[in-house]
């Protein structure tokens, strides 16, 4: 997969961008295992990807979603055993 950041908000800590295969939208947060940083990708349509762009505070809630792991039905790439924490 590669990963192309069209959006980053450095303040709130989140990416919106395109991954490049398969050319599906995602938001994007960092997250610690204590061993490692590493991204979250979570796919999200074409519709609420610009809907994102246009409206900051719809993005943000929906950050916060998978700061809480209420939306890991849309990761795109499945955790580890040692899954991290949103940082």
Same mark, same amino acid.
């Given at each position: ?5 069209? +959006?980053v908000?450095? =303040?709130?800590?989140y990416? +919106?961008?395109? $991954? $490049?295969?398969?050319?599906?939208h !995602?938001? %994007?947060?960092?997250?610690t295992?204590?061993a490692?940083? !590493?991204?979250e990708y !979570?796919a999200i349509d074409? *519709?609420?990807?610009? /809907?994102?762009l +246009?409206?900051? *505070? *719809? =993005?943000?809630d929906?950050?916060v979603?998978?700061r809480a792991r209420? %939306?890991?039905?849309l +990761? ?6 040692? /899954?991290g924490? =949103?940082?």
């Amino acid at each position: 997969m590669r990963f192309t950041n069209l +959006l980053v908000n450095v =303040a709130e800590r989140y990416w +919106l961008g395109l $991954e $490049e295969e398969s050319g599906r939208h !995602y938001v %994007a947060i960092p997250v610690t295992s204590g061993a490692v940083d !590493y991204n979250e990708y !979570y796919a999200i349509d074409r *519709a609420t990807f610009d /809907r994102f762009l +246009l409206d900051p *505070a *719809a =993005a943000l809630d929906f950050v916060v979603r998978c700061r809480a792991r209420e %939306a890991d039905d849309l +990761l795109m790439i499945p955790p580890g055993w040692n /899954r991290g924490v =949103a940082s």
